[in-house]
Nanobody, 123 residues
């Protein structure tokens, strides 16, 4: 099994920054694709950014240029640097990992989830 633990969420004013971290443990060798999903109240969980084991990245359009995803395979960690935050970024952010090379875009296909961390951006 794989365990994912997020940290770094909180309350920030619009225009501010937060850095989310995710630490993986367990059967690390089964993890390839990783990324971050988010779920706002009343909305479906959506993919925000994903990164392959080799470092290829993909971002959801609304966060391009503001968010940066990174990972350190040696330390089994992944980060999401979020700058220029907007109130619409408010959501619970989930660390996700998968046995596939690329994290699936569909939440229904993701193998492993963290417990989530709340990000609230005030206007």
């Amino acid at each position: 099994q794989v365990q994912l633990v997020e940290s770094g969420g909180g309350l920030v004013q619009a225009g501010g920054s937060l850095r989310l971290s995710c630490v993986a443990s367990g059967i690390i060798s089964s993890i390839n694709g990783m990324g971050w999903y988010r779920q706002a109240p009343g909305k479906q969980r959506e993919l925000v950014a994903r990164i392959s084991r080799l470092g290829s990245t993909l971002y959801e359009d609304s966060v391009k240029g503001r968010f940066t995803i990174s990972r350190d395979n040696a330390k089994n960690t992944m980060n999401l640097q979020m700058n220029s935050l907007k109130p619409e970024d408010t959501a619970v952010y989930y660390c996700a990992a998968d046995r596939a090379a690329i994290l699936p875009a569909s939440r229904l296909e993701v193998d492993y989830w963290g417990q989530g961390t709340q990000v609230t951006v005030s206007s």
